[in-house]
């Protein structure tokens, strides 16, 4: 399955099929996918982003990572276009998974439906009191001063053109 078809494939889709699922555990088909995936395209291809951001996860906690250590960034600037509030915790959770996880992914991913609706939608729910202070405390450190800079480095650093 090439990956122009696995991109047709997933298109517009809730769940994905299991073939898909299983040939994207393979790292050098993930990085070839990412090559065909624009920003445009984010909101028609959020269930495979997902699920790339989640094989990202494991693969960067594994203890064998390699060079493609920062694909789990490129997904979550991925999952910040398309703006589901419900990623937020799969975020979060990623973010809080280990030491350089914890310093390297920007609070900035978490917040891709916006700051006040990512807040509402977290108060909304139990448990969620540490994710909300850290936002808070982020929001006053000024992290979200200079949001349009952010996603220009984002943009560029990526080397997304659209």
């Known amino acids: 399955m090439g990956t122009d078809e696995i991109l047709l494939i997933s298109k ?6 299991n073939d898909i699922i299983n ?35 494991k693969y960067r906690l594994d203890d064998n990572v390699e060079e493609f250590f920062e694909n789990i960034y490129r997904c979550a600037f991925l999952l910040y276009n398309v ?6 915790k799969l975020m979060w959770n990623a973010k809080q998974s280990d030491f350089d996880l914890s310093c390297g992914f920007d609070i ?11 807040l509402d939608f977290l108060s909304h729910e139990l448990n969620n009191t540490e994710i ?9 450190g000024g992290d ?8 220009d480095s984002k943009m560029k650093y990526f080397g997304f053109k659209d």
């Open 12 to 17: 517009n889709k809730q769940t994905l099929p």
């Open 132 to 140: 909300i202070e850290y936002i808070k405390l982020c929001k006053k």
């Open 108 to 118: 900035q991913f978490i917040i891709g439906a916006g700051y006040e609706k990512t």
């Open 144 to 151: 979200f001063d200079y949001m349009n800079e952010w996603y």
């Open 83 to 88: 703006g589901d509030l419900n990623d937020v």
């Open 23 to 57: 040939v994207i555990k393979d790292l050098n088909y993930r990085n070839e996918i990412y090559k065909k995936i624009s920003i445009n395209s984010c909101q028609s291809l959020h269930a495979l982003i997902k699920l790339l951001f989640q094989e990202e996860l």
